[in-house]
T-cell receptor
């Protein structure tokens, strides 16, 4: 069965520091992978997605993620965090050609001024 | 509109009341999804429509939950005889077909 693990429930970084949020998935074939961000009281905004091709994908707001098949990972990175990045981040996996997304439990990011 | 909209944004219900949550998908999007997000959790799939056809309702937690999309556009999620465990944020998403899903702001349901 498909599953997504986000091992870090909370992460705190200082503004300007680099960020890496971890995501591991379990799926038999090559999945579709997504990162969404959710600000308090808001819905989910798509940051980036991986379907196929180049394993390093660029997203909005300066985020990028790298698909590593050997590690079943799709970690999200940002070289320099801004205070406005404080939010909850969700990794999701979808099976190719199907519609169901499986979400991780999220990582809440706190940014220190 | 430009994005997925949901109404109401907040709903408080007394236990036992019926509620109806509305979703307006992105214009032209064939697929529509409902998710339930409990506090501190990721969204969990409830049901999926392709146009007006409900193709998957495997995630609906009980027969008190009912969803419809009669004209293949707006969708309504109805919860009958609400229980405290129904308290959650209900998210609607739409996509062109089976591609990227775009989410609405959600409806926060609190059952007292």
């Amino acid at each position: 069965a498909q599953s997504v693990t986000q091992p870090d429930i909370h992460i705190t970084v200082s503004e300007g520091a680099s960020l890496e949020l971890r995501c591991n998935y379990s799926y038999g074939a090559t999945p579709y992978l997504f990162w969404y961000v959710q600000s308090p009281g808001q819905g989910l905004q798509l940051l980036l997605k991986y379907f196929s091709g180049d394993t390093l994908v660029q997203g909005i707001k300066g985020f990028e993620a790298e698909f590593k098949r050997s590690q079943s990972s799709f970690n999200l990175r940002k070289p320099s965090v801004h205070w406005s990045d404080a939010a909850e981040y969700f990794c999701a996996v979808g099976a190719s050609g199907t519609y169901k997304y499986i979400f991780g439990t999220g990582t809440r990011l706190k940014v220190l001024a | 509109g430009a994005g997925v909209s949901q109404s109401p944004r907040y709903k408080v219900a007394k236990r036992g009341q019926d509620v109806a949550l509305r979703c307006d998908p992105i214009s032209g999007h064939v697929s529509l999804f409902w998710y339930q997000q409990a506090l501190g959790q990721g969204p969990e799939f409830l049901t999926y429509f392709q146009n007006e056809a409900q193709l998957d309702k495997s995630g609906l937690p009980s027969d008190r939950f009912f969803a419809e999309r009669p004209e293949g556009s707006v969708s309504t999620l109805k919860i009958q005889r609400t229980q405290q465990e129904d308290s959650a944020v209900y998210l609607c998403a739409s996509s062109l077909y089976t591609g990227t899903q775009y989410f609405g702001p959600g409806t926060r349901l609190t059952v007292l």
